[in-house]
């Protein structure tokens, strides 16, 4: 059993940026690979960024390419989503997530393939 929490949510005006931290437990923290989503008001969870644990590759969708920074702190059990430049289309519920499986942008982009989610933190990006 992994129990996310996710937090640094919260209002910030378009061009801002915000710093998310997703915080695990479980002592194999270092390898999981961990993924972003979101969802935003009346849509489907989207896939945002991922990281696996072998290696540290990244993997972002190409909206936030660019502006968006994942990375992780294994000593810590922590994972961040680093949000630069948001645009008021980046307002959604933030969640995280984590797997044991994924190669590849295809599978770490695909929800069903991760095992825990975290209750998600809001953002709201005003313009």
């Known amino acids: 059993q992994v129990q996310l929490v996710e937090s640094g949510g919260g209002l910030v005006q378009a061009g801002g940026s915000r710093r998310l931290s997703c915080a695990a437990s479980?002592?194999?923290?270092?390898?999981?690979?961990i993924g972003w989503f979101r969802q935003a008001p009346g849509k489907g969870r989207e896939f945002v960024a991922a990281?696996?644990?072998?290696?540290?590759?990244?993997y972002y969708r190409d909206s936030v390419k660019g502006r968006f920074t994942i990375s992780r702190d294994n000593a810590r059990n922590t994972v961040y989503l680093q949000m630069n430049s948001l645009k008021p289309e980046d307002t959604a519920v933030y969640y995280c997530?984590?797997?044991?499986?994924?190669?590849?942008?295809?599978?770490?982009?695909?929800?069903?393939?991760?095992?825990?989610w975290g209750q998600g933190t809001q953002v709201t990006v005003s313009s």
């Open positions: 997530a984590v797997q044991v499986s994924c190669s590849g942008y295809g599978c770490f982009a695909r929800r069903n393939e991760y095992d825990y």
């Open positions: 479980g002592r194999t923290f270092s390898r999981y690979g």
């Open positions: 990281i696996t644990w072998s290696d540290d590759s990244t």
